[in-house]
């Protein structure tokens, strides 16, 4: 089955600088990957994805890339805001099913 | 606003005692899942269900088990709880058609057993 190993555990930033967060997957047919946000005692909420036939996607000041070759695909987060302050979910959909195989998570403390 | 819920939103419980999660939404979507979060952990897959005569396995159901009541309804139990299924659970929703495959999450079960 599709294995997703997310890095770093935690991370901390001040307020201002970009946060990187990396993934890898394991599955060469995988096609979706999600990106998901959780706030202290909140459920994870979708914030950003990205299709197996795009290479890059941004929202304001968060984008995503993809690089099927490596299998590996990344979260960037510029200008960041003590509301970023979360943990934050890479996440793979299989090629022959929906299911979603998450990473283990990225704790993000963004510094005042 | 389309939602979906979760009850209890807490429990507390003993070793050996048969307990029961429910999920409710109102979304209309088809396939519901069950998730475990554990610190470190992520968030792993324990059972889902893409409509209301299907039924699969996760990752981690040893120890689980799933009933699909009705399109928005699933309800996740443990026959025999243990200290190691302490944990918080989440109920998930996403729709049938789409092919990427967002999901809805509730708000979530912490469950301890004793």
């Known amino acids: 089955g599709e294995n997703v190993e997310q890095h770093p555990s935690t991370l901390s930033v001040q307020e201002g600088d970009s946060a990187v967060i990396k993934c890898t997957y394991s599955?060469?047919?995988?096609?979706?990957f999600p990106w998901y946000k959780q706030e202290l005692g909140k459920r994870p909420q979708l914030i950003i994805d990205i299709r197996s036939n795009v290479g890059e996607k941004k929202d304001q000041r968060i984008a995503v890339t993809l690089n099927k070759t490596a299998k590996h695909f990344s979260l960037h987060i510029t200008e960041t805001q003590p509301e970023d302050s979360a943990v934050y979910f890479c996440a793979a959909q299989g090629g022959s099913n929906y299911k979603l195989t998450f990473g283990k998570g990225t704790l993000l403390t963004v510094n005042p | 606003d389309a939602d979906v819920t979760q009850t209890p939103r807490n429990r507390i419980t003993k070793t050996g005692k048969r307990i029961m999660l429910e999920c409710s939404q109102t979304k209309g979507h088809d396939r519901m899942y069950w998730y475990r979060q554990d610190p470190g952990l992520g968030l792993r897959l324990i059972y889902y269900?893409?409509?209301?005569?299907?039924?699969n396995k996760g990752e981690i159901s040893d120890g689980y088990s799933v009933s699909r009541q009705a399109q928005a309804k699933f309800s996740l139990s443990l026959e025999s709880a243990i200290p190691n299924q302490t944990a918080l659970y989440f109920c998930?929703?996403?729709?049938?058609?789409?092919?990427?495959?967002?999901?809805?999450f509730g708000p979530g079960t912490r469950l301890t057993v004793l």
């Open positions: 599955d060469s047919a995988s096609n979706y």
């Open positions: 998930a929703t996403s729709a049938q058609g789409i092919y990427y495959n967002e999901q809805f």
């Open positions: 269900s893409f409509d209301v005569k299907d039924i």
